[in-house]
């Protein structure tokens, strides 16, 4: 037990305390709120999708595309969308709020937490998969994201079908994967200088991120949360990863695909679901408390399940 906790310290400390460095360095204005944003759309847009398409670049399709991994991926998250959606329609009336609930309990900052996690866990060689599964996931958490943030507030928003088509697959992340899986099953050969710059650019995302992160959290405002935002954050980062990661170990999954699948489930909730919401017309505030409150109570809760999954030979 202690040689797991120890294991599982040295797995997430590093990944939080990154966190808390950025929100230290913004407190005390070596960073500010341009910093934040402009680093944010850098590693969105550029540093990101060089890690994605590194790591893709370098594995072997053939072995690490695991079909019935992706399919209970997508049976989950499908799972755990509408029966929140569903359980949450008696109880919450507004439809600004309930989509904003929805979103907040279903879509994970793997990209980012994920990643980091990941590659402490099982080492570097594990994004390869992680991003391929990021690949298929991206895609799902964007259409759904549409779908609750526009149907329960169909009165207020039409939804614009074809830019939203057009945002999804213009996605930096998805166009970084395609062009990872053309190099990687042709097996284009990149030139050694390009080679180095992209994994110049990759070593920054990580580190860059999770300090954007830690920039952009407000405790002030847990505060002033409602309760909608801790059950969204408690869903999220307790139920979610906890109902789904048993089904996926009742399936059959073990070691790297279950822990990956694990840290996907567990993450906290995407930062993009706060921006989502606020272009859409729902209830940013409470998208960006589920995004504070999640982020935080994640170090607990992702260093509890990989101290239980350790503890039990799992992964």
């Known amino acids: 037990m202690i040689e797991n906790i120890i294991f599982t310290g040295n797995v997430v400390a ?36 060089a890690l994605v398409f590194i790591n893709i670049v370098e594995i072997d399709l053939s072995e690490a595309i695991d079909f019935k991994q992706i399919i209970y991926i997508y049976a989950a998250t499908l799972f755990s969308f509408f029966i929140v959606w569903i359980v949450s329609i008696p109880f919450i009336k507004d439809g600004k709020n309930l989509s904003v609930f929805v979103q907040g309990a279903y879509r994970s900052n793997f990209a980012i937490v994920g990643f980091a996690i990941v590659s402490k866990l099982f080492g570097n060689f594990a994004l390869g998969k992680a991003a391929l599964v990021l690949a298929f996931i991206l895609p799902l958490y964007n259409i759904l994201a549409v779908i609750i943030l526009t149907v329960p507030l169909r009165k207020e928003k039409k939804l614009n079908l074809k830019g939203t088509i057009i945002e999804i697959v213009l996605n930096p992340l998805i166009v970084a994967v395609i062009v990872g899986l053309l190099f990687s099953y042709f097996k284009i050969i990149i030139p050694s200088v390009i080679n180095s710059t992209v994994g110049f650019l990759s070593e920054l995302a990580l580190p860059l991120a999770l300090v954007g992160i830690g920039g952009s959290l407000n405790l002030q405002n847990i505060k002033r949360a409602q309760g909608l935002a801790f059950t969204s954050s408690a869903i ?75 503890e039990l030979a799992l992964i």
């Open 236 to 310: 999220k980062v307790i139920l979610v990863p906890l109902i789904l990661t048993l089904g996926a170990y009742y399936y059959g999954f073990r070691e790297l695909d279950l822990g990956i699948m694990f840290v996907l489930f567990a993450s906290p909730t995407a930062i993009v679901s706060f921006i989502m919401a606020e272009a859409m017309g729902a209830n940013s505030k409470l998208a960006g408390n589920i995004v504070l409150i999640s982020t935080i109570a994640s170090v607990f809760t992702i260093a509890a399940g990989i101290v239980i999954l350790k």
């Open 14 to 49: 590093p990944v939080f305390l990154l966190v808390a460095l950025g929100y230290f360095v913004k407190r005390i204005n070596v960073i500010n709120e341009n910093f934040v944003e402009v680093t944010s759309r850098f590693v969105y847009s550029v540093s990101l999708p």
